[in-house]
């Protein structure tokens, strides 16, 4: 296995998510972007490490890293005196910032998908129909977004937009 292949990198980041070992993925996912920054699936794969992980500061330091060098993401989330929750709301921020950045690369119906359902477990219901809305421009008929959008007008008690 060649180390600076970003295919092979990108595989092993894969398996290790799938395995449950989101800090191992991210870890080998971080060296993949290293390699090819312009690479959406790193991105994406990354922010769904960061959105089923539940505390990794070093996930959140390494990504502030990589924001101070990019400069592409979006601003720093509020910040909270507890450090539970501020440790969880990073963590959610981080993966959101992921997939932004996936889609701003190479825009995708699995993205859009992730970024709602980051965007619900922060209960921010509106920004996550604005992502599955987005998501929908991009693929009309895709039925998953079109649920997933429906379930989310729902949370906000726009029932008739649910609907349509």
């Known amino acids: 296995m060649n180390p600076a292949n970003v295919s092979n990198l990108k595989q092993v980041g894969r398996s290790l998510m799938l395995l449950g070992k989101f ?3 991210m870890e080998v996912l971080e060296e993949a972007k290293r390699l090819d920054p312009r690479d959406w699936e ?8 960061n959105a089923k992980a539940r505390s990794y ?5 390494v990504r502030e890293k990589e924001r ?4 592409s993401c979006c601003g720093r989330g509020a910040d909270l005196d507890d450090d539970v929750l501020r ?3 990073q963590t959610r921020m981080n993966g959101r910032k992921c997939l932004e950045r996936a889609n701003e690369i190479q825009p995708h119906d699995t993205t859009y ?4 359902g980051v ?3 922060m209960s921010k219901h509106k920004r996550a129909v604005q992502a599955y809305s987005q998501g929908l421009k991009q693929s009309p008929g895709n039925p998953e977004l079109l649920t997933a959008c429906g379930l989310a007008y729902l949370r906000i008690d726009e029932n008739y937009k ?3």
Request: hydrophobic content about 35%; glycine content about 6%.
């Open 87 to 89: 440790t969880n709301e």
């Open 119 to 121: 965007h619900k477990a």
């Open 162 to 164: 649910a609907f349509e």
């Open 113 to 116: 998908l992730a970024l709602g």
């Open 68 to 71: 101070d060098r990019e400069r």
């Open 42 to 49: 790193v991105w994406h794969d990354e922010g769904i490490c």
């Open 23 to 25: 800090r191992s993925s």
């Open 57 to 61: 500061e070093k996930a959140v330091e």
